[in-house]
T-cell receptor, first 113, second 115 residues
Framework: AQTVTQSQPEMSVQEAETVTLSCTYD???????LFWYKQPPSRQMILVIR??????QNATENRFSVNFQKAAKSFSLKISDSQLGDTAMYFC??????????FGAGTILRVKS | EAGVAQSPRYKIIEKRQSVAFWCNPI?????LYWYQQILGQGPKLLIQ????????DSQLPKDRFSAERLKGVDSTLKIQPAKLEDSAVYLC?????????????FGPGTRLTVL
């Protein structure tokens, strides 16, 4: 069974600085997708970034980028130039066959002014 | 384009009572998912529908939870009777299909409190 582990329950960062959220996963599948979702207090789950496992190039979306290490089964999220609106719960997720998502426990990120 | 709609947003019930949640997916999305998110945890898939058929309900506690999607569009999730441990946010999501990669779009969720 696939598992996703987020070892940082909470993180804080100063506005305009950079923060990295960690995620590791376990799977025997060779092709899969990985995601980072943001869940603000409104509870609306928003897709931040996705990575296809067969692509070696790390995904980037504006201020968000990932460090995907397939052999190590590691998938970290880097947020540059942090903004107050980035304050939220962040979930790392693995998509397995059949379009099913497996989520980690989440990391609460607080951006301070 | 309208997003995934859910109602109610909040519900408080006594244990052993029954409750139902409603979800309307994005128009044209064949696949619908119900997740349970307990406080401090990530969402856990309860059931997945493809049109009006069940694809996966392996993690649905079938002694008390039921779900249906009769016309392949909107869906209801029911809990009867509720237990204290059912207190959670229930998220509905939809996607175009299940083959390959299909982004899941989430609704705002229903927060259930069982007293």
């Amino acid at each position: 069974a696939q598992t996703v582990t987020q070892s940082q329950p909470e993180m804080s960062v100063q506005e305009a600085e950079t923060v990295t959220l960690s995620c590791t996963y376990d799977t025997s599948e060779s092709n899969y997708y990985l995601f980072w979702y943001k869940q603000p207090p409104s509870r609306q789950m928003i897709l931040v970034i996705r990575q296809e496992a067969y692509k070696q190039q790390n995904a980037t979306e504006n201020r968000f980028s990932v460090n995907f290490q397939k052999a190590a089964k590691s998938f970290s999220l880097k947020i540059s130039d942090s903004q107050l609106g980035d304050t939220a719960m962040y979930f790392c997720a693995f998509m397995r066959v059949g379009n099913k998502l497996v989520f980690g426990a989440g990391t609460i990120l607080r951006v301070k002014s | 384009e309208a997003g995934v709609a859910q109602s109610p947003r909040y519900k408080i019930i006594e244990k052993r009572q029954s409750v139902a949640f409603w979800c309307n997916p994005i128009s044209g999305h064949a696949t619908l998912y119900w997740y349970q998110q307990i406080l401090g945890q990530g969402p856990k898939l309860l059931i997945q529908f493809q049109n009006n058929g069940v694809v996966d309900d392996s993690q649905l506690p079938k002694d008390r939870f039921s779900a249906e999607r009769l016309k392949g569009v909107d869906s209801t999730l029911k809990i009867q009777p509720a237990k204290l441990e059912d207190s959670a946010v229930y998220l509905c999501a939809s996607s175009l299909g299940v083959r390959g990669y299909n982004e899941q779009f989430f609704g705002p969720g229903t927060r259930l409190t069982v007293l």
